[in-house]
């Protein structure tokens, strides 16, 4: 009997956004495995943290920063052969994800490397995007909205048309690209239907409206709501300045 | 002291799929409204079921299905005057929101009715999109991709546009548009990529390719996923017939 791998979602940060069958299944699983940058500390471990029943087996995936379209191969080629002698020993092995695992996750890399092998298992879980229009306070999209998720890594022409298209739209991976990003939500005119989130659900989330941002940077787990038809509401957001 | 005013995601139907923290303040209402058709059981009801301590008053919101842009403004208005009553009393009252609140919910009727006077808090849930990806068995988005959320009410034209710029699409509210967007998404040439899925989570989950679905009618509880590219895996989906 060989075990069972599992995608865990452990939602946006705050601990208590966990899903039950998250919560049972990291307090029952005898091997957990993490990202975490080269170096310092894992997010996702941070939100499973309070949860941990101790006495578990862990494996940190350091995947660094650097490149785009294939962050380092070498790091899960590694991390699932370590994973896979885990589960040929019959021990389950539950992969902690910040989120939702299968919305735009990474744990993709190594359930294309495990899943054809191993029973598996994706629980999905709360997305930073849902935490921050709930924080925001106004759905991000009802009734017949199109709503359109748009890495901030995509090119200003990209951007522009798909911007222009849609009612409403999530900018996520904004990281080192919040300048030029913020940029082009200016030329397009969108400033003031746009919401600034960082960090959402933990102790030191920001919510403001975009044009109150201070700085010319923002962290990795940050986005851009765009809320086409929200000017009235987004300057009367608290954080915001007269 | 007024009471405090609970928009609660409870996921897309599996019970266990309940963050913990709405499954605290769900044990701990005193009062608990949820959304229902004219006639028939509450799907949201059916998801708090399992966790309800027994003892709390019950407020149901029975909306017809009929209007699409305005939804039965008056029965909003007289579930809020409801809600109001049990605030002004000191009492909380949580909502009970089929996955999460601000994601095409209808909760958004009863928050702006009673958000601007008494305290009030979105709990994100797990939405039916992030689980029927999780059980398709891959991201619906990834990396650089673009996602569009798109309603299925929308006029062909407006459906086309959308689904020729995206990488991958999510198609909601199918119900009776299913053979109208079927026919859609066959002239568009994405068959092959559309995967289908039905009560996500639930006992009666169903989920196969598009191409395999015997009916031409489709439920409320049911979405289309366009994996642009796809086309290999989802042959290969059960439930596909060769």
Redesign the interface.
């Known amino acids: 009997m060989t075990g069972k791998l599992y995608?865990l979602?452990l939602?946006?940060g705050?601990?208590?956004?966990?899903?039950?069958?998250a919560?049972?299944i990291l307090r029952s699983a005898p091997v957990i495995a993490w990202p975490a940058p080269d170096t310092g500390s894992s997010f996702a471990r941070a939100i499973a943290a309070p949860h941990l029943p101790g006495g578990q087996t862990e494996i940190a995936i350091r995947v660094p920063m650097r490149t785009?379209?294939f962050p380092a191969r070498d790091v899960y080629d590694k991390a699932s052969t370590l994973i896979a002698a885990h589960l040929d020993a019959g021990r389950d092995v539950a992969v902690l994800c910040e989120g939702?695992?299968?919305?735009?996750?990474s744990f993709?890399y190594l359930f294309e490397r495990l899943?054809g092998r191993y029973k598996s298992e994706?629980?999905?879980?709360?997305?930073s995007m849902?935490?921050a229009?709930?924080?925001a306070?106004?759905?991000?999209?009802?009734?017949?909205?199109?709503?359109?998720?748009?890495?901030g890594?995509?090119p200003d022409e990209?951007l522009t048309?798909?911007l222009g298209?849609?009612d409403a739209a999530a900018i996520i991976?904004i990281g080192r690209h919040f300048g030029r990003l913020r940029a082009l939500i200016d030329d397009l005119g969108l400033t003031d239907s746009a919401v600034y989130v960082e960090r959402v659900s933990l102790e030191a989330e920001r919510l403001m409206p975009l044009s109150q941002v201070p700085e010319d940077t923002a962290p990795y787990f940050s986005m851009i709501l765009i809320y086409k038809g929200g000017e009235d509401w987004i300057h009367a957001l608290p954080g915001s300045t007269p």
């Not at 705050?14 to 069958?21: A, I, M």
């Not at 994706?122 to 997305?127: F, M, R």
């Not at 106004?138 to 890495?151: E, H, K």
């Open positions: 995608g979602g939602g946006p705050d601990p208590e956004l966990l899903t039950l069958k919560h049972r785009e379209r939702d695992p299968f919305f735009y996750g993709m899943a994706v629980v999905p879980g709360v997305s849902m935490a229009a709930s924080h306070g106004r759905p991000l999209a009802a009734r017949n909205d199109v709503l359109s998720v748009l890495p890594p995509l990209a048309e798909r298209q849609c991976k």
